[in-house]
């Protein structure tokens, strides 16, 4: 039941996580290339801001969650999943808390010269985010790697 309950929280995590670079990737950074001090507080400020306090919940769960598969699984061959997930939400966090919130925090508060400098912000933000963006992939298919690979998952329920 654990087993299970660990995998469905990890999944989750990892699908919201992977859907938000995506969406991150594909559908905001064309129109961020824009952004200038006037419009910078709304259309970066709020969604970083809410996905901050949305991840800073479910990504402690999700280590718990990769710890508990590790547990679970050692001396079989399905570990390997869980340390993958446990590695790639590591580096998730990582590049994260300490590569990317700092630069929040710039843009957010305004702390570059002008519109020229929060591009090159923006550019660099971007950049690292890509570096989410394969890593959020890498996890989410880790995780369902496993779920695919363990038959008798849904079995622990019984």
Excluded at 64 to 75: K, N, P, Y
């Amino acid at each position: 039941m654990l087993t299970f309950l660990a995998a469905l929280w990890f999944l989750f995590g990892a699908s919201m996580y992977m859907g938000t670079m995506w969406v991150l990737k594909w559908f905001l950074f064309p129109t961020w290339r824009g952004l200038a001090r006037d419009n910078v507080a709304t259309h970066f400020g709020i969604p970083t801001r809410r996905a901050t306090v949305f991840f800073t919940g479910v990504v402690p769960l999700m280590f718990v969650a990769a710890i508990a598969l590790v547990v679970a699984e050692r001396g079989t061959g399905y570990v390997w999943f869980g340390v993958a997930c446990l590695v790639g939400i590591f580096v998730l966090t990582f590049v994260g808390q300490g590569l990317i919130i700092p630069i929040n925090k710039r843009i957010r508060g305004g702390d570059f010269a002008d519109d020229a400098e929060l591009r090159h912000l923006l550019g660099r933000w971007m950049l690292l985010n890509d570096v989410r963006f394969y890593g959020s992939t890498l996890t989410w298919g880790a995780i369902v790697g496993y779920v695919v690979a363990r038959p008798d998952l849904l079995g622990a329920l019984s």
